[in-house]
C-alpha cells in the first residue's frame, strides 16, 4: 500500500504531497536514528556490560535464577550481554517494528534464540502470566531510555510501569540510579539564542531597532537545547557557580513519574548576570557507584583530554525567563521543575516563609510568538551585529529616496533597515500568519506599522495591487526561509525573484546579487561515526543492523 507524504520543496517553498512506500516514515527513522552512534560509544558499551556482569552475579550469589527484563532493546545487544553473563533468560522489548525484526535477526545470527524473546510492544502494553508475553516477572532491570535531557524519552513512566506490572520488588536495575546536575553561567552567546537584543543602525539618525515589551519578557518555549558543550569555548562563558546536584533517580525502586520540583541553594562564585543553566547527568551501573558513565563536560571532568565523544547524549542549555543579577557570595536558590518528559528551571534570589513552599510552576509558554517561529540559531542570526552591519552597508549603496523597495525572506528584520535607511517605500512578503502577525508587532513598536506594508502571500502569487501598481527598484533578501531544512535551501531565493520579474523594473538592482555553494572534503575526528558501519560491537555480530541503516539511508 501507498501512503502520501507531504515534503517542503527547496526550489518552490511550498509543501507538495509525495506518494511513498508504507514504510517510507520507518524508513526515515531509521536513517536519521543514533544507533550507530550508540554501538561505537565504547564507554557507554563497556560500562553497560559490567554493570550487567554485576547485577547477574549479586542474583545468582542469592540463588535465584536471574531472569532480565531489557526495556528499548535496539539491537538486542544489552540482552546478549546479559546471556552472556550468565542470565537464565531475556525478554527484550522492542515497540519500534523494523528495530524489533532486526533484534530478532540479530540474536538468531548470534545464538541466543532460545535465551531471549523479543517483544514488539510498548513496555506498558507487555503482560505477565502463564499466558503472557512474560511468563514470571523479571529479577534485573536492563533500559537505555535516556535522551540528553535523561528524561526526554519517556523514561520515568516506562519505569513507573515496570516496577508495578514487570519487575518484582528490589530487583537490581541497570543502571542503578541517575543524577542531574546543573551550574549557573552566564553567556552573551548562549542568552542570544534565546532572546532578542536592540539593533544598532548606523544611519545618520544612528538608529535603533527595539522589540514589543511581549518578546523581551516572554520566558521562551520548554524545550531543551541540547548542544555539544565540549565544542564550546571557555571564553564564551562565565561560570558563576559550583556544579551541584539538583535531583537523583533509583531505578531499583518504584519510581514516579508525577510533576515535581527539586531546590538547591547556590553560593555564586562570581558576580554577574545569570542567563543560563547548563546541565547534565551521570549514571551508576551498581549500586556501589563504582561503574560510572557521565554526560559532564571537558571543564568537570578530571581527564578533560579524553573525554568521550557521542553525538546521542550531550549536555543541556535551559534558558532561564529572565536575566538574573548575582553577587559573589550571596546565595541564590535554584528551583528544577519537571513533568514526565522534560525539565525547566528557576532562580530566587531569597526564600521568605511564603517561598519556602515551593509551588509547582508550570513549564514556561511562548506568548510573543517568536520562538514559535524561529528557532534558536536564527536568534542568534538576528543577535549579530556584524552580520547586520553588512546588510546595512549593502543598502546603503544601493537604496535611494525614491526606491521602491520588496523583502523576500520570512521574519526578516530587512524590511526596518531599508525604511531606516531613507526608502521611499516598503514591502515585505511573509508567508504565514504567524509571521505576518509577529513583524507587524515589531514594525509598530518601531513606529513604521504604517510606512512598511505586510504582504501574506506566496511570491509568485504577487499582483500589481498587492504593490499599489508600482514596480520595485530594490528586491532583498537575507536570505532566510522557515521551509530551508538545509543552507542552501535558502536559494529559494532565485526561484522567487524569477516569480516575481513581472513586478521588477528593467533596472531593479537585486540583493544578494549572486550566491556561491562550497564544499570541501574533510576529515572528523568523531562525527563520522554517526553514519559508520559497526560490525561486530563488544563481541556480538550487528552487521545486521548496518545493513538495515545502509537501506534506509539510499531509500
Known amino acids: ?316 542549555v535551559y534558558f532561564l525567563p529572565n536575566e538574573e543579577p548575582v553577587l559573589s557570595g550571596e546565595d541564590v536558590y535554584l528551583t528544577a521543575y519537571r513533568d514526565e518528559y522534560s525539565v525547566w528551571y528557576k532562580l530566587q534570589k531569597a526564600r521568605n516563609e511564603e517561598d519556602k513552599k515551593d509551588a509547582y510552576v508550570g513549564s514556561p509558554l511562548c506568548s510573543c510568538q517568536a520562538h514559535l517561529l524561529w528557532n534558536r540559531p536564527r536568534f542568534g542570526e538576528l543577535n549579530d551585529q556584524n552580520r547586520t552591519n553588512q546588510y546595512i552597508q549593502a543598502l546603503m549603496t544601493v537604496l535611494e529616496k525614491d526606491s521602491i523597495c520588496l523583502c523576500i525572506s520570512d521574519g526578516s528584520l530587512l524590511p526596518l533597515l531599508a525604511q531606516y535607511l531613507g526608502a521611499g517605500q516598503v514591502f515585505t512578503v511573509e508567508n504565514s500568519a504567524v509571521s505576518h502577525c509577529l513583524m507587524e508587532k515589531i514594525f509598530k513598536a518601531n513606529h513604521v506599522g504604517n510606512k512598511i506594508k505586510i504582504i501574506e502571500k506566496r511570491p509568485e502569487l504577487l499582483t500589481a495591487s498587492d504593490l499599489e501598481d508600482k514596480k520595485v527598484s530594490v528586491l532583498i533578501g537575507e536570505p532566510f526561509f522557515t521551509t530551508s531544512l538545509l543552507p542552501w535551501h535558502n536559494l529559494y531565493f532565485l526561484y522567487a525573484r524569477t516569480a516575481v520579474a513581472a513586478h521588477l523594473t528593467d533596472s531593479v538592482t537585486v540583493l544578494p546579487q549572486s550566491a556561491s555553494l562550497y564544499m570541501m572534503v574533510v576529515e572528523f575526528k568523531d562525527l563520522w561515526r554517526i553514519r559508520s558501519p559497526c560490525g561486530t560491537c563488544e563481541g556480538f555480530d550487528v552487521h545486521i543492523m548496518d545493513d538495515m541503516i545502509k537501506c534506509s539511508y539510499l531509500d
Open 1 to 316: 500500500m501507498k501512503v502520501f507524504c507531504g515534503r517542503a520543496n527547496p526550489t518552490t517553498g511550498s509543501v507538495e504531497w509525495l506518494e511513498e512506500d508504507e514504510n517510507y516514515d520507518y524508513h526515515q527513522e531509521i536513517a536519521r536514528s543514533c544507533y550507530a552512534d550508540m554501538l561505537h560509544d565504547k564507554d557507554r558499551n563497556v560500562k553497560y556490560y559490567q554493570g550487567i556482569r554485576a547485577a547477574v552475579s549479586r542474583v545468582k550469589e542469592r540463588g535465584e535464577k536471574a531472569i532480565v527484563l531489557d526495556i528499548g532493546t535496539g539491537t538486542g545487544l544489552l540482552s546478549m550481554m546479559a546471556v552472556t553473563a550468565g542470565a537464565d533468560f531475556c525478554y527484550a522489548i522492542e515497540v519500534f517494528t523494523p528495530m524489533a525484526i532486526a533484534a530478532v535477526q540479530i540474536v538468531e545470527k548470534n545464538g541466543f534464540s532460545d535465551k531471549i524473546k523479543v517483544i514488539n510492544k510498548h513496555s506498558t502494553e507487555v503482560t505477565v502470566g502463564p499466558d503472557g508475553d512474560m511468563q514470571c516477572r523479571a529479577n534485573i532491570l536492563i533500559t537505555e531510555l535516556f535522551d540528553t535531557e535523561l528524561i526526554g524519552e519517556g523514561a520515568l513512566p516506562s519505569y513507573e510501569h515496570a516496577h508495578k506490572y514487570l519487575v518484582q520488588e528490589g530487583c537490581e536495575a541497570v543502571p542503578h540510579r541517575a543524577r542531574v546536575y546543573a551550574q549557573l553561567v552566564e553567556s552573551k552567546r548562549m542568552w542570544s539564542w534565546n532572546k532578542l537584543f536592540p539593533v544598532h543602525v548606523q544611519a545618520e539618525d544612528d538608529e535603533k531597532i527595539v522589540f514589543p515589551s511581549e518578546i523581551e519578557n516572554c520566558p521562551g518555549v520548554p524545550s531543551v537545547y541540547d548542544i555539544q558543550l565540549n565544542q564550546v569555548p571557555r571564553s564564551d562563558f562565565t561560570i558563576l557557580s559550583d556544579v551541584v546536584t539538583m535531583f537523583s533517580v533509583d531505578f531499583s525502586k518504584q519510581v514516579n513519574s508525577s510533576s515535581t520540583y527539586y531546590t538547591a541553594k547556590l553560593e555564586p562564585i562570581k558576580s554577574g548576570m545569570a542567563q543560563v543553566i547548563l546541565s547534565w547527568w551521570d549514571v551508576d551501573m551498581d549500586p556501589s557507584g563504582m561503574i560510572k558513565c557521565t554526560m559532564a563536560p571537558y571543564w568537570v571532568q578530571s581527564t578533560s583530554n579524553d573525554v568521550q565523544w557521542r553525538d546521542h547524549w550531550m549536555q543541556c
